[in-house]
C-alpha cells in the first residue's frame, strides 16, 4: 500500500489530453501549460477525451514514475471546470480513481483546533 508523503499536492489538468503522450510529452505539458514544476514531486492527473483513461505523473527521488488505469466499461467523474488546472485533495483523487464524484457530499465538515495557552 502506498501512503503518499505529507504536503503532497495533486494537480488536474483540466480538458482532455492526447493518452500519446508519456513520460516526456507529460512533463512538458505540466511545465508549460500548467505553469507547474514536474520535478516537485506533486501529482499531476491527466484524462483523455472518452474519459476511460488516466494517467498520473510524478517525480519519485531519481526518476519519473507513470501510473496508468483504463476502464473497460464506464467513465471516469472528470470534472468539466474551464481552466487549464485544479488543486484537490488525496482523498478526492482516491474518489476519482474509484468512480465517484470529487464534488461529492461529505458526511461531516473538517475540523481544525489549535491550542490556547
Given at each position: ?32 501549460h500548467l505553469n ?13 477525451r472518452k474519459r ?40 478526492e483523487l482516491e ?23
Amino acid at each position: 500500500m502506498w501512503y503518499p508523503p505529507s504536503g503532497l499536492k495533486v494537480y488536474l489538468s483540466l480538458g482532455s489530453t492526447d493518452m500519446r503522450k508519456s513520460i516526456d510529452g507529460l512533463s512538458i505539458l505540466v511545465a508549460r501549460h500548467l505553469n507547474k514544476d514536474p520535478f516537485s514531486g506533486h501529482l499531476y492527473v491527466f484524462c483523455n477525451r472518452k474519459r476511460t483513461i488516466l494517467k498520473l505523473l510524478y517525480w519519485e527521488s531519481n526518476g519519473f514514475c507513470l501510473w496508468h488505469k483504463r476502464l473497460e466499461k464506464h467513465r471516469f467523474r472528470w470534472p468539466q471546470e474551464v481552466g487549464d488546472v485544479k488543486e484537490i485533495r488525496i482523498r478526492e483523487l482516491e474518489w476519482l480513481i474509484s468512480g465517484l464524484d470529487i464534488y461529492q457530499v461529505e458526511a461531516h465538515k473538517e475540523l481544525s483546533y489549535s491550542t490556547v495557552y
